[in-house]
């Protein structure tokens, strides 16, 4: 009581951020960080989606899912993007821009070692981005196009690429806008086979990651790394095109449901990883498992109402798109 008293008595006497408050962040500085980001991101996550919105989704028409969102976490980038963009696209790019703002907020309030594991995770931005970049150039697509489809939450900022796109006129400029990064050597050499340039990088970014890695990151790549070494075995049956395994996978079992590349295992493997972030992000433990459980159920509902977005826009059955989503 004499402690809280105290404490009451200090605020009333407005020893704010200047005397007490500062002295309360020097400690906290002092740890590792994981009791203060654990604590935001679990406010965020009471703020994700459920099952109830996305099929509520499935019956509404773009502009009705946009209305929608707008009473959510996204009101944000549907209000700022409304006057460029319409129907799907708005949703998309909706999309894009909050899973990017969600992330660099998360960043921004980290500290000490949690920034540091969740920087790391967060790696796998830079690299989708620079396929996106490479890809965008081999087909041509316009520079608003690509730059509409970054996440720029890794280290790489969209400046960077805004600069890279008007650069760069052909595939070989846009390789050397990477040159003196440590992508550089994987593109330059594999840039006449983008699938294999894909795959080298996606290599390049779990061995970078893991050998700095806390084991319990270790622990969820190595079962993001058996998930997707499973999804290029099945794709491998199905198209006869070898493709490498990805080294570190952990020993788990996965007893899939069918035999083949179909829905059905990817929506299983899917769900298999969001059950693993699910209960990370329930523990109370000082260690990056919580915050890592709240990227990966975000991650998710983005990609639910992804599915819902392109499903609609293709005319999918409704049943065909219900059973796509991870929930």
């Given amino acids: 009581m004499e402690l809280q008293t105290g404490f009451l008595e ?18 906290q500085k002092k740890t590792s960080g994981y009791a203060y980001t654990n604590t ?5 996550k009471t703020k994700l ?3 109830n919105d996305f099929q509520k989704m ?5 502009p009705e899912i946009a209305r929608y969102m707008q009473e959510t976490e996204y009101n944000k980038e549907i209000s700022l993007l409304a006057t460029s963009y319409n129907n799907a696209n708005l949703i998309e790019y909706s ?5 990017e703002n969600t992330f660099n907020k998360i960043i921004a309030f980290s500290i000490k070692a949690s920034e540091e594991q969740v920087k790391l995770y967060l790696k796998k931005f830079d690299i989708l981005n620079i396929k996106t970049f490479l890809r965008g150039n081999f087909s041509e697509q316009r520079e608003e196009t690509i730059i509409s489809q970054l996440v720029c939450a890794g280290s790489l900022d969209k400046k960077f690429f805004e600069n890279a796109i008007k650069k760069s006129s052909c595939l070989e400029e846009a390789a050397m806008q990477l040159k003196g990064m440590e992508y550089f050597n994987i593109v330059k050499e594999f840039k006449n086979n983008l699938s294999k340039m894909e ?18 990151l270790v622990a969820f790549l190595a079962d993001e ?18 493709m490498e395994k990805i080294e570190n996978e ?10 083949e590349d179909c829905i059905e295992n990817r929506v299983f493997l899917k769900k298999f990883l969001l059950e693993r972030g699910n209960k990370m992000a329930r523990e109370f433990k000082r260690n990056v498992r919580p915050v890592l459980g709240y990227l990966i159920a975000k991650e998710n509902e983005i990609s639910n109402i992804r599915i819902i977005v392109r499903g609609k826009s293709s005319n999918l059955p409704l049943n065909l798109i219900e059973q796509q989503l991870v929930m």
């Fill in 58 to 62: 499935m019956n509404m028409s773009f």
């Fill in 95 to 99: 999309l894009n821009k909050n899973l």
């Fill in 40 to 44: 935001r991101v679990r406010v965020m």
């Fill in 199 to 216: 795959d080298e990088l996606d290599k390049h970014y779990y061995k970078s990651v893991l050998e700095k890695a806390e084991p319990e």
């Fill in 250 to 259: 952990s020993a788990i079992k996965l007893a899939l449901p069918k035999t």
């Fill in 225 to 242: 790394i058996k998930v997707k070494n499973t999804l290029n075995r099945l794709r491998a049956q199905k198209t006869g095109i070898k």
């Fill in 49 to 51: 989606l459920g099952k």
């Fill in 10 to 27: 200090r605020i009333k006497n407005g020893e704010k951020k200047q005397g007490f408050f500062s002295k309360i962040n020097f400690r």
